[in-house]
Each structure stands twice: as C-alpha cells, then as structure tokens.
C-alpha cells in the first residue's frame, strides 16, 4: 500500500517536473509536439490510402522506416556500454551516464517499435503478433525472435533505472543483489537485439548484399560507434542546459568507446569493400549500385560517399589523442560519425538490398515527403520521450525531486 | 566473496545464451533432401485420387488413342472439317476436276508454308484416289482422325514428346483422364508455325517504375 | 458457436437501437441519408467491406481506424437502424477477430467463407461462390515450363489477372514473361519482361517467372505470424486476413514470386470473379500482401491454373508429382530440366525445359 502512494507520489512530481520548465525548456517540446503533430497527420494520410503514399514499391519494398529501424537498434543496444561498467565493474566514471545512456535506449526503442508499425500495411490486425491470442512464427521468423527481444530490451530498459530512481527518490540505496542481474542480463541481450536484427537480413539468401556473415559483427561495431557517440552529444546538452554534473573524465572514456568501435567498424568496411569489389561477382552488383551506380542510376551516390568520407573524417579525428580530447572538436566528430553511420546502417544498408531486383531489373527509391514527415515525427516523438526521462532522472539524481520532500 | 557472485553469474548467463541457441534450430518438418526424393518417396503407394478431369472433357467430343505406353484421348477431328466428307465433292479423279470449268474452285487458299518444295506437297500427304482419308509416305492410309501419324512421319521428337505430354496442351483438367490436342488442333498441317502479334498485355505502371 | 477461435460479440442482442437517426435529425423512415445508391465504381475491398458512410462516420472511422478493431466497434454500437447494417457489423466484429485460417477446424472454415459470401452479399447484392476446399491427399503439385515454345504472347498474364481479381489500378500482375536475347544465355538483368512489339521477336526467346511454390520456401520461414504456409498439396498461401503486411516474405523471396497491395485494390464490379476460394482469389485488401496459388480455386476442383488453359502453345505445364502417370512426371523424368537459383536450396516445384 505503501508502495502505491510513493508510485503515486513520484508520477505526480515527474509530471509536475516535466510540465514545468524554463522557456526554452518550452518551446523545445512545443517544437517536438508541433513535429509529432505533423508526422501523426501524414501517418493519418498514409493509414487512409495504403503503403503507396511512400516511395516504396514492389522491388523495393523496404524504405527509410526500417532504415531508421535498423539503425536505431543499434542506438538501443549501445547503452548497454556504459551499463556494463558501471553496474558490474564498479567504474563510477560512467555511473552519472548511465542512467542518460538507458533513456537514450528506452527512446530508442520506443522508436523503432514506432517504426516498425509505420512500416505495417496492416496496424489494425498487430494483435496477430502478440503471443497468446496472436500466432507467432517462433522460432523460425526472426522478425518474432526480434519482437521478443526488442521488446524484452525495453522491459529491462525500463525496469532497472525505474528501480533505481525508484529508490533514490526515497532516499533509499539502491541494492546491487537486484539490479546487478537484471544488469548482467541486459548486457547479453543488447548484444543480442543487434545480432538479431542482423540475422533478420542476414538470413535472406535472396538478398546477397546482406547475406553475409560480416553483417552481424559490423552492426554491433557501428552500433557501439553511433550509440555512445550520441550519448556524448546528449551530455554535452545536458551538461550545459541542466544543474546535472557530468565530468570530463566520463565524455573522455565514452570517447575511448567510441573512437575503438569506429576503427573497428572501418576495418570492416575495408574487408566487405574488399569481397566485393576485388573479385566482383553478380552478388556484388548491389555494393556497385551503392558505390558507383548501375546502369546510369546513381541515387545513393551522393549520400553513401559523403558518409563514408565523414565516417572517415571522424575516425580520424578521434584517433588522435590531441583532437579528441578538445571537446569541441569532440562533439563535431561525434555528430559526424553519427550521421555518417545513419545513413550507412540506414538506407545505405536497406536500399541496395533489393537493387538490382530478383531478375536483375533496378528500380530506384526515393522516400516521399509523407514518409519524411512520419520519420520526423517519430525522431521527434523520441526526443520528446527521452526530454521527459531525462528531465526526472535528473531531477532525481541530483536529489532535487525526493518522496515527501516537495509538500503540496 | 563479490567475484564469486559474478562469475557465478557470468556462467548462469552464458548458459542461458547456450540454451537459447541450441533450443532455436528452425523447425524441420520435411525430412527429404530434396525434392525429387521426396517425390519418389511419396508416389511409392500411390493409389489414385477423387480428382478426376472427367466433368471437363464432358462436352469435348473424343477419341482414345494408344501410343507405346501412353493412352490418351485426343479431340476427334473428322467433324471439325468444314467440307468433310472429302468424297461428296470429289467424286470423280483429281486430274477430271481440275479441267471442269464448271465446277466452283476449292482449296485456293491453301498455301503451302511448311518444309520446302523438294520435301512435301499436297499429294505427300493426300491421296488422289483416297480423297476421305490421308496417306502416310509408303501409301498406308491415315484416317484424319489420327493425323498425328501423319506427321510423325517426320517430326519424331515432337511425337515422343506429345506422347509423354511435354508438347501438346492439355484439355480438361490436370488430373487423369489426360486428353490433349493433336497436332493439327495447334498446328495448321499446311502452315505449321504459329503466328507473330502482338502481346495481349502491357504494363505501363512497371514502365513508369523503371524510368 | 463453441470453440471457436474468433472472438464474437453478440451484437445482435442489443434491443434498443430501433429508431433514432443518422445525424440528419430525421427517424430513419424518413432519412434519405442511407438511401443514396453508390453508383461509383467500388474495390476490391470495399465491395467486401465498405459500409455506405457520409461524412460523420467517415471521419469516426478514420479516427477509429487507429484503434485494433474500433473501426467494427463504432459502427455496431453507434445507431443502428436496420437489421442488414446490424448483420454487416456483427460480421465486420467477427471478421476483425476471426483466427488464423491454418489452425481453423474445417467448421470454422465453412464459417469464416459463409459469412464472407452473406458479407458480399450485403454489401452489392450480389452472390458470390467461395470454396473452403482443403488439399487433396496423394496430390502435389508441379509445374513445368518448356521455354522453346512459349511464344512470349502474355495470354498467361492477361488470364492471370482476370481470373485472380488482381488490382486493376496499379496493374499487378504475377506473371512476368522475360524476353531474352539468343546466345546470351539465361540473361535476366538484359532481359525485357515488359515489351510491346511483335512477338516472337527474332532472336529472342521467352522464359515465364511466377511464385514456384518452393517446397521449402524462405518466404513462410520469415513470415512473423504464420499468415502465410504450405499447403498439403505443395501450394504455398496466404492468409490476407491474418497477414500484418511487413513485407518480409517479399525480402525473403528469391524469385519475385510475390505482390504487395499498396493501395486499395480495385476491379470493376463487372469483371470480379465470382468462382473463389478462401485461400486464392477473393478480394483482397490494402496493406497485405497476395501472390500466385497456382489457382488454387481451380486447381483443387482439377482444372488447371488459369495461364496453363490460356497458353495457346502448350508450354505450360501442370500436374500432380506424385502420380507417376501423370505428364509432369514425364516431363521430369524426360527432359532436362532445370530450376532457378536451384543453389539457393529453395526446392523450387516449377520446372523448365527445353524441346
């Protein structure tokens, strides 16, 4: 009973946080809000008229929402970066991250699912997908293993920084013998969601651009590249907008994270490069199309090698000592590498999956306006969440907001 | 004491992994190699099936052949030609017909387009004396009903096909009783090849796509 | 009514919808708003589903829409005034939640395809015919192709797309026939599968794609709900009720064996055909994904697929495998035949040859 009047306590002061603020904090989510706005009308749009308001068609019939999918799992499981340190190995340079780096994952998360439903020709029949009165293709479809896991990765997500803040917010510490498992657990399964996801494409012998076994390991590279890299530009906003400490030394070991992933992550661009392009086979006309165009039709062109080049730029630039611990550079090449690895994970990734076609004809894709629109709306809708988990766990953590402590 | 939890913990998990793993082998229901075996297998005791293409082949007028061991039916083909029987026309030999001026002209639209001139004419395959039926190549007589006789004289790959129901579409249904055309229901016997048109679909939306 | 895997609601119990109006403040005696004829052309899916709306419903049901059934919810419990419209919501709520066709007993099958029948026929008046015929045992189907003879005249496609109520408005179509050049071997990526000029052209010769019903498919591997299987006959279906529309069998299949509806599909009235199955060619609706059955409303009765009697050259083949008389046997047995991306180990059942 107790319980129930702290829980009702915290959900009342987290409301009251997060609907008070400063001005920017306001014109922020009022900003997000106007955007989801938008994204909820072309979704409306879309749910009136079919698939077919998107770019996507018969030969490609993925498009910029498993993209983004596909790239944002990677953003969920890179929190787990800096869980596993500090829950497990007790480094408490990351402990003031971590609770930022599982917001970013729940957000993450929340928009992949989002994702993946705009991605659906049919959302009213979902239930079909829920075990019990659904029917789930388990384990043959890894779409179903995905739904679990990324569904799992939320729950645990969720539940270890609710326990935490939980505790905190009643003066109480938080005991380790609860949230080491759970820790412990999440660790395996971040490596897991990405996996996952990889072998959903992987597992396509239809598909020999992602038929390949490099896939995995190059998701979980730039994964723990673009995940953390976000969560130090998170930092960096949150660190000078908010009363919340971040040291140095933490943005610095994140960078460490990022910049050996980054490398990693290159090498393997050279290897796959290598594959394909050194003993060309017709399995490799799709990495062509990417790289160098086929028959005249060149659409990816302009954002793979811009990608590549910032990927490369960023590595660079975050190798060298001298450059990476200047944080404004720091930032920049952390924004970089981002981007860079958006759209290489993304359409980069998706797109020439089905180019050339199954016999060999191109049909090129080009997201319309209302697809843009949902995107952004779901990027916003992420934002949002993630400002109003942010904004309590700071509250909390920096024990401004406390059970029984704001009397009312 | 701490390190043991966690290597405890460490093993827990891992064995966890390990199980998921070796638990999610895709299910296999078939246990063929491969399809062929899986048919031989199958058919082993075969023992017929309701289907049949019976109620299809109702109106078709038939005629059961046997060829090595295939039995079949194909259409019948006397009653389809216009003119037939030959003989209440030609009444009297070729050579008397063609000088009566007062007799209507026949056959004029008859070109022939198949093989060349050196190997076939109309007298290959009709008879002068016997105008109701053909005439194989030493002068056996064909009834037009079995025309295929006729052409397998030649055309020996296409006839070992038909047989097995590679060349000749199929009448009816799939299932048995198997009838299939003849070679003249396809083929005109005097200008055997099919004609060049244009195709009954075009797809402007696949055009667009691939602009 | 027991066991069944559907949910249902008995709507029909409800007593007190008997006046009251559509909004036009009139009872419904005199309320014309329900009496307008739709003379427009309709869908596929509308045909089947749509319930004659004006503007009121129309934008409840767009917002409704965005919850799992309140679509069927809003209109069985808003004002309801005649007992056809409460029989078309009930069966709108029983559709929404009906199972899997796969795991139906053969009852519920009978149903499912009743109620869609009575559900056509409220919506246009008119009778349709629709099998929920299961697969024969001792039957497994095949298919052969013999590329010297295909002429490249599409009959195939055009019969396709007519006997199988495939939207007319994006102009899908199955089939697709590869015009490939002599000399250049099995060239798809040159190939032109959609040519219009006379044919055949010289030169050239003619190669027919479709699903191949792949005895083990990839496609039913990926699907994440099941809504799509092999048949016992070797027919791989789809279930377009229980089909989510993700798209992942089209990722799966190596051959473009398979079609998503993008938008709502449509079919003049007229030109809908009327003789279906429940697996086959009934209407279907946007976001889900349809394909070849090998004209399972024909083949199960034992005819052949609608491009095999369209063919006028004979190069279609079909038949059952396991009858070791039959002429797909022979032609397996006979000629050399091949499969496509055969090194994919998808166990195609569709066959080419040559003469």
């Given amino acids: 009973m107790k319980r129930f009047k702290i829980l009702k306590s915290l959900v009342i002061d987290s409301i009251r946080t997060t609907t008070h603020g400063s001005k920017k904090y306001h014109l922020w989510m009022a900003f997000l809000t106007f955007v989801m706005l938008i994204g909820m009308y072309c979704y409306s749009i879309q749910l009136k008229h079919g698939l077919s308001v998107t770019g996507m068609s018969d030969s490609v019939s993925w498009g910029l929402y498993i993209s983004n999918f596909t790239f944002l799992v990677g953003v969920a499981a890179a929190a787990v970066i800096l869980v596993m340190p500090t829950y497990i190995l007790k480094d408490i340079d990351f402990k003031q991250a971590v609770l930022i780096g599982e917001g970013i994952a729940v957000s993450a998360l929340i928009m992949c699912l989002a994702f993946v439903v705009a991605d659906m020709g049919g959302p009213s029949v979902l239930w079909h997908m829920i075990p019990g009165i659904g029917v789930f293709n388990f384990p043959n479809s890894m779409l179903a293993w995905d739904v679990i ?71 979980l590279a730039s994964a723990f590249a673009a995940g953390p890299a976000l969560i130090i530009i998170v930092l960096a906003i949150i660190r000078t907008y908010t009363a919340f400490k971040i040291e140095d030394k933490t943005l610095k070991k994140i960078a460490l994270v990022v910049t050996v992933a980054a490398q990693i992550n290159l090498i393997m661009l050279v290897s796959e490069l290598f594959k394909e392009f050194y003993a060309p086979t017709h399995h490799s006309e799709s990495a062509y199309y990417l790289f160098f165009g086929l028959h005249g039709k060149t659409a990816l062109l302009p954002w793979i090698w811009s990608a ?29 590498l981002f981007i860079a690895i958006w759209i290489e994970k993304g359409f980069g990734l998706i797109v020439p999956g089905f180019i050339p076609g199954s016999y060999g004809k191109i049909v090129e894709y080009t997201p319309t306006g209302i697809e843009i629109g949902v995107t952004l709306g779901i990027w916003a809708m992420g934002a949002f969440v993630f400002t109003i988990l942010a904004k309590t766990a700071i509250k909390i953590e920096t024990s401004e907001m406390r059970y029984k402590k704001l009397d009312y | 004491m701490k390190n043991k939890y966690h290597i405890k913990l460490y093993f827990a998990s891992s064995f966890m992994l390990l199980f998921v793993m070796l638990s999610s082998c895709k299910e296999k229901e078939e246990k063929y190699h491969s399809i062929i075996d899986k048919i031989e297998v199958e058919s082993k005791d075969y023992h017929g099936i309701s289907t049949s293409s019976d109620i299809y082949l109702e109106d078709l007028k038939l005629i059961e052949i046997t060829e090595g061991e295939h039995t079949f039916l194909i259409p019948e083909r006397k009653s389809k030609i216009k003119s037939y ?26 070109k022939l387009i198949h093989a060349d001139k050196n190997t076939l004419n109309c007298a290959t395959c009709h008879s002068g004396n016997d105008m109701n039926n053909l005439k194989s190549l030493t002068d056996r007589k064909i009834s037009f009903n079995l025309s295929y006789k006729l052409c397998m004289q030649c055309h020996s790959k296409e006839f070992e096909d038909w047989k097995g129901g590679a060349h000749g579409k199929r009448l009816g249904g799939w299932a048995q009783p198997r009838a299939s055309n003849s070679c003249v229901d396809c083929h005109n016997p005097h200008k055997p090849g099919f004609e060049t048109r244009f195709p009954s679909w075009y797809n402007t939306k696949t055009e667009e796509e691939r602009k | 009514m027991e066991n069944k895997k559907w949910f249902s609601l008995n709507l029909s119990n409800r007593k007190k919808q008997s006046i009251i109006s559509c909004g036009c403040e009139k009872t419904t005696e005199n309320c014309n708003h329900n009496l307008v004829k739709d003379t427009e052309q309709k869908d596929g899916f509308e045909q089947v589903f749509d319930v004659k709306m004006n503007r009121r419903t129309a934008f409840k049901k767009l917002t409704a829409s965005l919850l799992i059934g309140a679509g069927a919810v809003s209109t069985s419990c808003s004002v309801i005034t005649d007992d056809d419209t409460k029989e078309k919501a009930q069966i709108d709520w029983e559709e929404q939640f009906k199972g899997n066709y796969k795991l139906m007993t053969d009852d519920e099958k009978n149903a499912t395809v009743n109620r869609l029948v009575r559900s056509y026929e409220l919506r246009t008046g008119k009778t349709i015919s629709m099998s929920s015929k299961n697969a024969e045992e001792d039957v497994l189907f095949g ?120 938008s709502n599909p449509e079919i003049p009235e007229e030109e809908v055909n009327k003789e279906q199955h429940y697996l086959g060619n009934r209407l279907r609706k946007k976001g889900v994904m349809e394909k070849c059955t090998f004209c399972i409303q024909r083949s199960r009765k034992g005819k052949n697929p609608a491009c095999v009697d369209a063919c006028p050259t004979g190069a279609r083949i079909f038949g059952n495998l396991l009858d070791p008389n039959s002429t797909i046997r022979w032609v397996l047995e006979n000629k050399k035949v091949f499969r496509l991306k055969e090194d994919l180990g998808t166990e195609p059942k569709f066959w080419y040859f040559m003469d």
């Fill in chain 1, 149 to 219: 896991a990324l569904n799992g990765y939320l729950f645990i997500n969720i539940s270890i920084p609710f326990y935490i803040l939980f505790k905190l917010y009643q003066g109480k510490k938080p005991n380790p013998k609860v949230y080491i498992p759970g820790a412990l657990i999440s660790v395996f399964w971040a490596v897991g969601i990405h996996l996952v996801t990889a072998f959903l494409y992987q597992g396509l012998q239809a598909r020999p651009f992602w038929n390949n076994a490099l896939l995995g390991p190059r998701f």
């Fill in chain 1, 308 to 336: 590549i080049s910032m990927n490369v730029l960023a590595t660079i630039v975050l190798s060298i000592h001298k450059l990476r611990n200047n944080f404004k550079v720091l930032f920049f090449a952390c924004a970089l």
């Fill in chain 2, 85 to 110: 029987s030959c003989i209440e026309c030609h009444t009297e030999p070729l050579e008397k017909l063609q000088n009566n001026k007062k007799l209507k002209e026949a056959h004029w639209d008859i």
């Fill in chain 3, 143 to 262: 298919y052969a192709f013999n590329i010297s003879k295909c002429k490249g005249y599409m009959d195939c496609v055009s019969a396709c797309v007519e006997e199988n109520n495939q939207d007319r408005n994006s102009q899908m179509q199955y089939i697709r026939i590869h015009e490939m050049e002599d000399g250049k071997g099995l060239n798809f990526a040159e190939a032109d599968d959609n040519y219009y000029h006379e044919v055949p052209a010289k030169g050239h010769f003619y190669l027919g794609t479709q699903c191949f019903h792949c005895d083990n498919p990839p496609c039913v591997e990926v699907c994440p709900v099941k809504a799509t299987w092999k048949e016992d006959d070797g027919i791989v279906v789809i279930d377009y009720d229980w089909c989510v529309g993700c798209r992942y069998c089209m990722a799966a299949c190596p051959y473009d064996g398979r079609r998503f509806n993008w």
